[in-house]
C-alpha cells in the first residue's frame, strides 16, 4: 500500500504541480491562472483576490499558491499587465496584498496562448466546469519565462531565455538551418555560456553583476546575477566583509529606477582587486546549473533547450495548421450556403412550398428546387450543364436553414452584394489553401509578425562573454599573519610569540622545507605542525613559475653532492615531497630562495683530507637549467664538501618582470593592473618622490607597498633621470628652479632636495628631459606673464644646490605648455580620474 500510494503521490506532484507541460510551458496552477482571467477578459484590470477566488474553481489548493505564482507570472511581464504594486524582483520586495492589485491579460497573450477551437478540455477537479488540458500556445512560454520546480525525485530548472532570440531560433529550425540559443535574464549582468551544455542536467553558467568603477575608493553594481536580490547580495558583501576576504567601509543600496549598490571602500584598498574579491567570494558571482525537465505524454523527460524549442516549433506550426483547417471548414461552408441561399431567392423557390401541406413535403419541394440548378462534387457535369457546383451534397441541415429566412431578407435580397460576399470567401478561401499548402512558410510569416508587433523592448539583457578564472587566494584580502617556530615545525596565523614572516590571508598555503631534505604545502590556519628543524616558510601561490629555489644537497647513496634549481607550481596539500633522491644519509648543504629566478655564484670549499686537487672554486647556478621539483640535479662534486658560501647574486635568468602600481592600494604587481613601471631585473631600483620634497631610491621587491597619498611619482629608477623641480623658498622670499642628478648611493631613505625652511613649498616636480612651464605672478596689482623652459634655465646641477632664481617672489600660478618624453606601456585598462606615468609633470601649486 505504502508503494501504491508513494508512487501516486510522486506521479501526481510531478505532473500536476512542480513540472511544465512541453505544449504550453505552464505548470498547472499557471494554466488555470491564465485560462480564469481569459474567463473574465473584457479589456479591463481585475482585482488579483477576484482572479484568486475564480482560480479556485479549477485549482483544488489554498489561495496563497495562487496568488504566488500569479505575481511571479506578472512580474515576467509577458502574459500579465499588472497595475499596482507587484513587488520588485531585483530587491525582492513582496507585491502589495491581493486586494490591492490589478491584472488583465496582454494582447500577447491573447493572441499566442488561446482558441477554444484548439484546445482539448477535462472536468475540473470537482466535476462542475471544464478546464484546458493544455492551453494552445503558439510561442515557446517555457523557454521565454523559465521555470524552477522541485517535484518527488526529480527536478527542473530551466533558465529564462532572449524573446527575440528564440522567435528568431524558431525561423531558422522551420527553414531548416541550426540554431542555438543562450539564457537572458531581466536583471542583465553578464553570463559564461562555456558549460552551459544546452541546458541539460550536467551544465552550469556563471553569471556575473555588472560592477561599475565610480572612482578609486567606490564601487557601483549596476546590474544583478539571476535570482539575487540587492538584498541578499548586500548580505553576502558584509558577510565577506567581516570574515576579511574583503575590505569596506560601507555598503548603501540606492536602487530606485535602476540598480545601485554603492560601496565604499576601505583606505588604500585597491578597486580592481576588490572587483575580483567581489565575484570570487559574495553573490556577485552566482553559478547556476540548468535541468530542462518537461512533462511529455503524462512522462517526465530531460531535453536540451534546443529539442524543447525544436518540439514547440512543430507543435506551433501544427496549431497554425488546425486553426487553418478550422477556417478553410468555416469559409467552405459559409460559401456552401450563400451559394444555396443565392439560388432559393433568385430562382423563386421558396413560391413551390406554398402549396405543401406537411413539412416533409416542404423539404422535398426545396430540394428538388435546388437540384435543377447545382450539382455536388458526386455528380458528373452534363453537357451544357450550367448548373452551379457546390462545394459538398445538399444536407438536410441546409434546407432547414433555408426554410428559416426571413421575408424581410428575401425581399432586400441583393444579388450584387451576395456576389461580392462570395468572391471575397472564394479568395480567402484561395488564400487559406495556399497557406494550408506552404504551411511552413506560413509559420515564419507568424512568428516573423509575432517579432514585428512585440519585440519592442525584449532586448538582449545579459550580455553573453567568457570569465577569467579568478583564483581566491590572489583577490583575498590580507586578514592575517604568518608566524613560524623554526625549531619545534610549526607555522600559522596563532603563533603570535614566534617569528613573523609575512602578512597573509586566512585561505592561504604554506610551503615549507624542511632540513631533511623534504617539503610538503599546507593550508595556514591557526596552528599547524609540519616538521621539527623548518629551512624555509612563506606563502605558495599556485602556478608560481617565477619563484625558483637553488639547492645543494648530499646524495647519501653515493657521497656526491647534487646541484638544482626547480620551481614549485602545482603540489599535493599535506604530501611530504623529497627534495633529494631519498636516500638514506642524504641532507641540504645550500638552500635559497629566489622570487625572480635570480641566478647566484657560490663558493665550494671541500674537506682537507679529500684528494681532489683544487680544494676551493666556484659555482654558478645561472649554467644549470630550472626543472621540476623531483629532477635529481646536476653533479657538483664527488668529494666531501666541508663549506658553502655565497659569493655573489646573479641576475635573473627568466628574463626582467614588468611590473605595474595599484593606484589605490600603492602595491606591486604583475597584473597589468594601474600604473606600468618598467622591466625588473636583478639589481633594478625604483624611484619614488614625495610630495614632501623627497626622493627615494628602493631595492626592487615586489613585495612593497607605497602610499598613493604621499606619492608624487613613481618609476623604475635610471642613474641619469634628471630631476627639474620650481619651489617657493621660504627664507628669501624666492621662486627657484632646480635641476639635479640623484647622486646619494644609500638606497631606502628619503632625502629632501629643496631647503628646510618651514615656509619653504614645492610648487612643480618632473623627470621629463625638457619640460617648459607658462608661469604668472602679480607685480604691484599688476598680472605678469611668462615662459621658461626648464632646461634651458639651468644646467645639472648637485641635489644639494639651491638652484637659480626664477623670481624674487611667489608665483601666482604655474602650467605646462611642452613636454617631451618617451612613452610608457599602455595600461591593460584605465580607470577614471587622474594617473601619473614615468616622466609626467606633476604640479603642486
Same mark, same amino acid.
Given at each position: 500500500?505504502?508503494?501504491?500510494?508513494?508512487?501516486?503521490?510522486?506521479?501526481?506532484?510531478?505532473?500536476?504541480?512542480?513540472?511544465?507541460?512541453?505544449?504550453?510551458?505552464?505548470?498547472?496552477?499557471?494554466?488555470?491562472?491564465?485560462?480564469?482571467?481569459?474567463?473574465?477578459?473584457?479589456?479591463?484590470?481585475?482585482?488579483?483576490?477576484?482572479?484568486?477566488?475564480?482560480?479556485?474553481?479549477?485549482?483544488?489548493?489554498?489561495?496563497?499558491?495562487?496568488?504566488?505564482?500569479?505575481?511571479?507570472?506578472?512580474?515576467?511581464?509577458?502574459?500579465?499587465?499588472?497595475?499596482?504594486?507587484?513587488?520588485?524582483?531585483?530587491?525582492?520586495?513582496?507585491?502589495?496584498?491581493?486586494?490591492?492589485?490589478?491584472?488583465?491579460?496582454?494582447?500577447?497573450?491573447?493572441?499566442?496562448?488561446?482558441?477554444?477551437?484548439?484546445?482539448?478540455?477535462?472536468?475540473?477537479?470537482?466535476?462542475?466546469?471544464?478546464?484546458?488540458?493544455?492551453?494552445?500556445?503558439?510561442?515557446?512560454?517555457?523557454?521565454?519565462?523559465?521555470?524552477?520546480?522541485?517535484?518527488?525525485?526529480?527536478?527542473?530548472?530551466?533558465?529564462?531565455?532572449?524573446?527575440?532570440?528564440?522567435?528568431?531560433?524558431?525561423?531558422?529550425?522551420?527553414?531548416?538551418?541550426?540554431?542555438?540559443?543562450?539564457?537572458?535574464?531581466?536583471?542583465?549582468?553578464?553570463?559564461?555560456?562555456?558549460?552551459?551544455?544546452?541546458?541539460?542536467?550536467?551544465?552550469?553558467?556563471?553569471?556575473?553583476?555588472?560592477?561599475?568603477?565610480?572612482?578609486?575608493?567606490?564601487?557601483?553594481?549596476?546590474?544583478?546575477?539571476?535570482?539575487?536580490?540587492?538584498?541578499?547580495?548586500?548580505?553576502?558583501?558584509?558577510?565577506?566583509?567581516?570574515?576579511?576576504?574583503?575590505?569596506?567601509?560601507?555598503?548603501?543600496?540606492?536602487?530606485?529606477?535602476?540598480?545601485?549598490?554603492?560601496?565604499?571602500?576601505?583606505?588604500?584598498?585597491?578597486?580592481?582587486?576588490?572587483?575580483?574579491?567581489?565575484?570570487?567570494?559574495?553573490?556577485?558571482?552566482?553559478?547556476?546549473?540548468?535541468?530542462?525537465?518537461?512533462?511529455?505524454?503524462?512522462?517526465?523527460?530531460?531535453?536540451?533547450?534546443?529539442?524543447?524549442?525544436?518540439?514547440?516549433?512543430?507543435?506551433?506550426? #501544427?496549431? =497554425?495548421?488546425? %486553426? +487553418?483547417?478550422?477556417? &478553410?471548414?468555416? !469559409?467552405?461552408?459559409?460559401?456552401?450556403? @450563400?451559394?444555396?441561399?443565392?439560388?432559393?431567392?433568385?430562382?423563386?423557390?421558396?413560391?413551390?412550398?406554398?402549396?405543401?401541406?406537411?413539412?416533409?413535403?416542404?423539404?422535398?419541394?426545396?430540394?428538388?428546387?435546388?437540384?435543377?440548378?447545382?450539382?455536388?462534387?458526386?455528380?458528373?457535369?452534363?453537357?451544357?450543364?450550367?448548373?452551379?457546383?457546390?462545394?459538398?451534397?445538399?444536407?438536410?441541415?441546409?434546407?432547414?436553414?433555408?426554410?428559416?429566412?426571413?421575408?424581410?431578407?428575401?425581399?432586400?435580397?441583393?444579388?450584387?452584394?451576395?456576389?461580392?460576399?462570395? #468572391?471575397? =470567401?472564394?479568395? %480567402? +478561401?484561395?488564400?487559406? &489553401?495556399?497557406? !494550408?499548402?506552404?504551411?511552413?512558410?506560413? @509559420?515564419?510569416?507568424?512568428?516573423?509578425?509575432?517579432?514585428?508587433?512585440?519585440?519592442?523592448?525584449?532586448?538582449?539583457?545579459?550580455?553573453?562573454?567568457?570569465?577569467?578564472?579568478?583564483?581566491?587566494?590572489?583577490?583575498?584580502?590580507?586578514?592575517?599573519?604568518?608566524?613560524?617556530?623554526?625549531?619545534?615545525?610549526?607555522?600559522?596565523?596563532?603563533?603570535?610569540?614566534?617569528?613573523?614572516?609575512?602578512?597573509?590571508?586566512?585561505?592561504?598555503?604554506?610551503?615549507?622545507?624542511?632540513?631533511?631534505?623534504?617539503?610538503?604545502?599546507?593550508?595556514?590556519?591557526?596552528?599547524?605542525?609540519?616538521?621539527?628543524?623548518?629551512?624555509?616558510?612563506?606563502?605558495?601561490?599556485?602556478?608560481?613559475?617565477?619563484?625558483?629555489?637553488?639547492?645543494?644537497?648530499?646524495?647519501?647513496?653515493?657521497?656526491?653532492?647534487?646541484?638544482?634549481?626547480?620551481?614549485?607550481?602545482?603540489?599535493?596539500?599535506?604530501?611530504?615531497?623529497?627534495?633529494?633522491?631519498?636516500?638514506?644519509?642524504?641532507?641540504?648543504?645550500?638552500?635559497?630562495?629566489?622570487?625572480?629566478?635570480?641566478?647566484?655564484?657560490?663558493?665550494?670549499?671541500?674537506?682537507?683530507?679529500?684528494?681532489?686537487?683544487?680544494?676551493?672554486?666556484?659555482?654558478?647556478?645561472?649554467?644549470?637549467?630550472?626543472?621540476?621539483?623531483?629532477?635529481?640535479?646536476?653533479?657538483?662534486?664527488?668529494?666531501?664538501?666541508?663549506?658553502?658560501?655565497?659569493?655573489?647574486?646573479?641576475?635573473?635568468?627568466?628574463?626582467?618582470?614588468?611590473?605595474?602600481?595599484?593606484?589605490?592600494?600603492?602595491?606591486?604587481?604583475?597584473?597589468?593592473?594601474?600604473?606600468?613601471?618598467?622591466?625588473?631585473?636583478?639589481?633594478?631600483?625604483?624611484?619614488?618622490?614625495?610630495?614632501?620634497?623627497?626622493?627615494?631610491?628602493?631595492?626592487?621587491?615586489?613585495?612593497?607597498?607605497?602610499?598613493?597619498?604621499?606619492?608624487?611619482?613613481?618609476?623604475?629608477?635610471?642613474?641619469?633621470?634628471?630631476?627639474?623641480?620650481?619651489?617657493?623658498?621660504?627664507?628669501?622670499?624666492?621662486?627657484?628652479?632646480?635641476?639635479?642628478?640623484?647622486?646619494?648611493?644609500?638606497?631606502?631613505?628619503?632625502?629632501?632636495?629643496?631647503?628646510?625652511?618651514?615656509?619653504?613649498?614645492?610648487?612643480?616636480?618632473?623627470?621629463?628631459?625638457?619640460?617648459?612651464?607658462?608661469?604668472?605672478?602679480?607685480?604691484?596689482?599688476?598680472?605678469?606673464?611668462?615662459?621658461?623652459?626648464?632646461?634651458?634655465?639651468?644646467?645639472?646641477?648637485?641635489?644639494?644646490?639651491?638652484?637659480?632664481?626664477?623670481?624674487?617672489?611667489?608665483?601666482?600660478?604655474?602650467?605646462?605648455?611642452?613636454?617631451?618624453?618617451?612613452?610608457?606601456?599602455?595600461?591593460?585598462?584605465?580607470?577614471?580620474?587622474?594617473?601619473?606615468?614615468?616622466?609626467?609633470?606633476?604640479?603642486?601649486?
Amino acid at each position: 500500500m505504502y508503494q501504491d500510494y508513494f508512487l501516486d503521490y510522486a506521479s501526481y506532484v510531478i505532473l500536476e504541480r512542480a513540472v511544465p507541460n512541453i505544449e504550453d510551458g505552464l505548470k498547472p496552477v499557471q494554466r488555470r491562472i491564465l485560462y480564469s482571467l481569459k474567463e473574465k477578459d473584457d479589456g479591463r484590470f481585475h482585482k488579483v483576490a477576484n482572479v484568486i477566488g475564480h482560480t479556485m474553481q479549477y485549482h483544488p489548493h489554498g489561495d496563497a499558491a495562487i496568488g504566488d505564482a500569479l505575481v511571479n507570472l506578472g512580474q515576467k511581464d509577458l502574459l500579465i499587465d499588472c497595475q499596482g504594486n507587484w513587488g520588485d524582483v531585483r530587491t525582492g520586495d513582496r507585491a502589495a496584498a491581493a486586494r490591492y492589485i490589478e491584472a488583465r491579460l496582454t494582447k500577447f497573450a491573447l493572441e499566442v496562448a488561446f482558441n477554444n477551437q484548439t484546445t482539448d478540455w477535462k472536468f475540473s477537479y470537482d466535476g462542475r466546469k471544464k478546464e484546458p488540458i493544455n492551453l494552445p500556445m503558439k510561442f515557446p512560454l517555457v523557454l521565454s519565462q523559465g521555470v524552477e520546480g522541485i517535484a518527488v525525485g526529480l527536478s527542473t530548472k530551466i533558465l529564462p531565455h532572449n524573446f527575440i532570440e528564440l522567435i528568431k531560433a524558431s525561423i531558422k529550425i522551420l527553414e531548416g538551418k541550426s540554431m542555438k540559443i543562450y539564457p537572458d535574464f531581466q536583471t542583465g549582468g553578464s553570463i559564461d555560456v562555456s558549460d552551459y551544455n544546452q541546458g541539460k542536467r550536467g551544465g552550469k553558467v556563471k553569471v556575473r553583476a555588472k560592477i561599475e568603477l565610480a572612482d578609486k575608493k567606490h564601487l557601483h553594481v549596476k546590474e544583478l546575477p539571476y535570482g539575487v536580490t540587492t538584498t541578499s547580495l548586500i548580505d553576502s558583501i558584509i558577510k565577506a566583509n567581516d570574515k576579511g576576504k574583503i575590505k569596506i567601509k560601507k555598503v548603501v543600496d540606492n536602487t530606485a529606477k535602476d540598480v545601485e549598490v554603492a560601496i565604499e571602500l576601505a583606505s588604500g584598498v585597491s578597486p580592481e582587486v576588490t572587483m575580483d574579491a567581489l565575484y570570487a567570494f559574495t553573490n556577485c558571482e552566482v553559478s547556476i546549473s540548468p535541468n530542462a525537465c518537461v512533462v511529455i505524454e503524462n512522462k517526465p523527460h530531460f531535453l536540451t533547450v534546443q529539442d524543447i524549442l525544436k518540439y514547440s516549433t512543430e507543435y506551433t506550426k #501544427d496549431l =497554425l495548421r488546425q %486553426e +487553418l483547417e478550422i477556417r &478553410k471548414n468555416e !469559409l467552405e461552408e459559409k460559401l456552401h450556403f @450563400a451559394s444555396l441561399e443565392k439560388i432559393f431567392i433568385e430562382k423563386r423557390i421558396y413560391r413551390d412550398i406554398e402549396e405543401c401541406e406537411t413539412w416533409e413535403e416542404v423539404l422535398e419541394t426545396i430540394n428538388v428546387g435546388l437540384r435543377k440548378y447545382v450539382r455536388t462534387p458526386k455528380e458528373e457535369a452534363k453537357k451544357d450543364d450550367n448548373r452551379l457546383l457546390l462545394l459538398r451534397d445538399i444536407s438536410e441541415d441546409d434546407i432547414i436553414r433555408l426554410t428559416e429566412i426571413k421575408i424581410k431578407r428575401i425581399s432586400k435580397y441583393n444579388t450584387f452584394k451576395a456576389d461580392e460576399l462570395m #468572391d471575397r =470567401l472564394n479568395e %480567402e +478561401l484561395t488564400q487559406v &489553401k495556399h497557406d !494550408l499548402a506552404h504551411l511552413t512558410e506560413y @509559420a515564419i510569416a507568424y512568428f516573423e509578425n509575432l517579432l514585428k508587433k512585440y519585440s519592442k523592448g525584449q532586448e538582449r539583457r545579459t550580455k553573453i562573454t567568457t570569465f577569467d578564472t579568478i583564483q581566491a587566494t590572489d583577490v583575498v584580502a590580507n586578514n592575517a599573519k604568518l608566524y613560524v617556530n623554526y625549531k619545534e615545525g610549526f607555522v600559522g596565523y596563532g603563533l603570535k610569540k614566534d617569528e613573523f614572516v609575512c602578512d597573509c590571508s586566512d585561505i592561504d598555503d604554506v610551503i615549507v622545507f624542511l632540513k631533511n631534505g623534504t617539503f610538503k604545502v599546507v593550508r595556514i590556519s591557526d596552528k599547524v605542525f609540519v616538521g621539527k628543524n623548518i629551512l624555509h616558510a612563506n606563502v605558495w601561490k599556485k602556478g608560481d613559475d617565477r619563484t625558483t629555489y637553488n639547492l645543494v644537497y648530499l646524495d647519501g647513496a653515493t657521497g656526491r653532492s647534487m646541484a638544482k634549481r626547480f620551481n614549485v607550481t602545482s603540489i599535493t596539500r599535506d604530501k611530504e615531497y623529497p627534495l633529494t633522491k631519498g636516500t638514506k644519509g642524504s641532507k641540504v648543504l645550500y638552500f635559497t630562495v629566489n622570487p625572480n629566478g635570480e641566478s647566484e655564484i657560490l663558493t665550494v670549499q671541500l674537506t682537507q683530507g679529500c684528494t681532489a686537487k683544487k680544494k676551493i672554486f666556484d659555482f654558478d647556478f645561472g649554467e644549470i637549467g630550472i626543472k621540476g621539483r623531483g629532477a635529481g640535479g646536476n653533479i657538483l662534486t664527488r668529494y666531501p664538501v666541508r663549506k658553502i658560501t655565497q659569493k655573489s647574486v646573479g641576475s635573473s635568468t627568466l628574463g626582467a618582470l614588468k611590473v605595474w602600481m595599484d593606484e589605490a592600494s600603492g602595491r606591486l604587481n604583475n597584473d597589468e593592473r594601474g600604473l606600468y613601471l618598467g622591466e625588473f631585473d636583478t639589481g633594478s631600483a625604483i624611484l619614488a618622490i614625495y610630495k614632501s620634497a623627497e626622493y627615494e631610491v628602493l631595492d626592487f621587491d615586489m613585495n612593497k607597498r607605497f602610499d598613493p597619498k604621499e606619492l608624487l611619482s613613481i618609476e623604475k629608477f635610471d642613474p641619469k633621470t634628471v630631476i627639474s623641480c620650481m619651489y617657493y623658498e621660504g627664507s628669501k622670499g624666492w621662486t627657484v628652479v632646480k635641476r639635479f642628478n640623484v647622486e646619494t648611493s644609500t638606497n631606502n631613505q628619503r632625502f629632501l632636495f629643496i631647503t628646510d625652511h618651514p615656509k619653504t613649498k614645492l610648487m612643480f616636480v618632473s623627470t621629463k628631459p625638457n619640460p617648459t612651464l607658462k608661469y604668472t605672478m602679480k607685480v604691484k596689482s599688476e598680472k605678469i606673464e611668462g615662459d621658461v623652459n626648464l632646461a634651458e634655465f639651468i644646467d645639472v646641477k648637485g641635489w644639494k644646490a639651491m638652484g637659480n632664481k626664477l623670481s624674487d617672489q611667489r608665483l601666482t600660478g604655474i602650467k605646462e605648455i611642452k613636454s617631451v618624453t618617451n612613452e610608457a606601456p599602455k595600461k591593460k585598462s584605465d580607470g577614471e580620474g587622474e594617473t601619473f606615468k614615468p616622466g609626467d609633470t606633476i604640479e603642486l601649486f
